[in-house]
């Protein structure tokens, strides 16, 4: 969870830094964008020429002179060190009226960009980074002057990536969910050129989406998971009060947009594996691994009341196999972790803990088999039941502390909204993308599966869900 404070010093508006200067308005946005359409007039000539980019200096396989494993692991312990900052600042929720206010203002830009010309394409090749000269950069450059991550300046075009390029790129990065490296990688260059008309109608169809979860009125309190944000915002009296990020569904297994009430609290839960996850992913492991329920801690039973099978005896091949129920003990094994948000609906989805904390340092963060992880959930959790009778601020740590099962019945039930919004704009005037991770937008986005470091190890397998 991180407190939610306004900037102290608020990011220049990006609609104003299209032109560098505040009120030059549409005339420096024209002249920036004739510039670049002069200048994308001469890259498209230059890539239309076959591999174009090898009389680059240093183009080809790099000399790591031995350095490359002591890179990876400087990369390593500053990930270590510096966890992603992906969690939105500005206390305003996404549904609000004043988000749709910032979203009009966006669009209004954005077709600005879309009538001069949009933005130019950034031709995909090796790696850019800072220090190196590139005969890229300039178009580079343009492009991250159009979208307000660049400044503009008067040498558009030195084709050297100095380390104000870098800083332009992090920003543009961290404004469409990578990882903000400051250098121009493979997952980089998709992101880039995706067409201003597409992003404008990403605003359009997520404005949309917007106003249908107001369209029943606003909560004065709500929980609100933003799936392809990788973040949940639990709102009281129009502000947002918390934040965290969460873990979402993998592709295969996806979080469904959903509306639904949290009605309950379980400390130390059972896992009662749900059919699905029994035939799809437990069964066929049992398989392979025999030892693994009693590794994990799971029990096979007739049904979730009835008797308790010795998984020996069990031919896992079998039709009879596919009958069988299977439950978690509590504890720290258990894939629910040690608190679960009760919120009943028809896709048996909900909130809940994990042992697997390091998973929320990534910036992709779709590992799950459709719930919701959050991270640091027993603050959540007291901000759920704080005006519960009895209830007193801490209390969650002190349930977990005594080691016991607990189940809390909410007397003022919670509206909780699952949804999906890969666009939006900050009172600022920053835009912010998110990759289409579902392909809920028109067609599934790679990028975020491209953009995993490729230092970091995958997740275990995992039934999690």
């Given at each position: 969870m991180q407190a939610v404070r306004a900037s102290a010093q608020p990011r220049r508006p990006l609609f104003?830094?299209?032109?560098?200067?505040?009120?030059?308005g549409v005339v420096g946005a024209l002249s920036v964008g004739a510039a670049v359409l002069l200048f994308g007039v001469h890259a498209h000539a230059q890539a239309a020429q076959a591999n174009w980019w090898e009389g680059i200096t240093g183009y080809g396989t790099p000399d790591y002179s031995?350095?490359?494993e002591e890179e990876r692991e400087r990369r390593r312990e500053a990930r270590r060190s510096a966890p992603p900052e992906d969690l939105r600042t500005d206390?305003?929720?996404?549904?609000?009226?004043?988000?749709?206010?910032?979203?009009?203002?966006a669009i209004d830009h954005y077709q600005k960009l879309v009538d001069v010309g949009g933005f130019p394409r950034v031709p995909e090749g090796r790696m850019m980074h800072e220090g190196e000269d590139d005969d890229r950069v300039p178009i580079l450059r343009r492009r991250l002057i159009m979208s307000g991550d660049l400044r503009p300046r008067q040498n558009y075009n030195t084709y050297t990536f100095d380390a104000e390029l870098a800083e332009a790129v992090r920003s543009f990065q961290r404004r469409h969910g990578l990882r903000p490296t400051g250098r121009v990688m493979r997952s980089t260059y998709p992101a880039l050129n995706i067409t201003a008309e597409e992003r404008l109608m990403l605003l359009r169809v997520n404005m949309g989406r917007i106003r249908e979860l107001m369209s029943q009125g606003v909560e004065d309190r709500y929980i609100l998971v933003n799936i392809p944000a990788f973040q949940l915002e639990a709102v009281e009296h129009f502000e947002v009060q918390q934040r965290h990020r969460v873990i979402v569904g993998?592709?295969?297994?996806?979080?469904?947009?959903?509306?639904?009430?949290?009605?309950?609290l379980n400390f130390y839960p059972y896992w009662r594996v749900p059919d699905s996850v029994?035939?799809?992913?437990?069964?066929?492991r049992l398989r392979k691994e025999?030892?693994?329920l009693a590794k994990e801690k799971i029990r096979v039973l007739t049904t979730?009341?009835?008797?308790?099978?010795?998984?020996?005896?069990?031919?896992?091949?079998?039709?009879?196999a596919q009958s069988l129920k299977f439950r978690q003990d509590p504890g720290p094994q258990n894939a629910l972790g040690i608190v679960r948000i009760d919120m009943p609906?028809?896709?048996?989805?909900?909130?809940?803990?994990?042992?697997?904390?390091n998973l929320f340092d990534q910036h992709s963060r779709a590992f799950s088999a459709g719930c919701v992880r959050v991270q640091n959930v027993l603050n959540l959790v007291d901000w759920i039941a704080q005006y519960e009778p009895g209830w007193r601020q801490g209390q969650a740590e002190g349930i977990i502390a005594a080691g016991q099962p607990v189940d809390v019945t909410l007397t003022r039930p919670l509206p909780v909204y699952f949804t999906y919004i890969t666009a939006w704009a900050e009172r600022d005037g920053e835009v912010q993308f998110r990759p289409d991770i579902y392909g809920r937008d028109g067609s599934i986005d790679t990028i975020a599966e491209m953009d995993r470091d490729p230092d970091e190890p995958l997740p275990p397998p995992s039934l999690a869900p």
């Open positions: 104003s830094r299209l032109s560098g200067k505040i009120g030059r031995g350095k490359r206390p305003t929720p996404w549904r609000s009226d004043e988000m749709l206010l910032s979203m009009r203002k993998r592709t295969q297994r996806q979080s469904p947009s959903i509306r639904a009430t949290v009605r309950a029994a035939h799809l992913d437990l069964i066929p025999p030892d693994y979730f009341g009835g008797a308790e099978v010795d998984p020996n005896l069990v031919n896992w091949n079998s039709p009879e609906n028809a896709d048996n989805v909900y909130m809940h803990d994990t042992p697997m904390k």
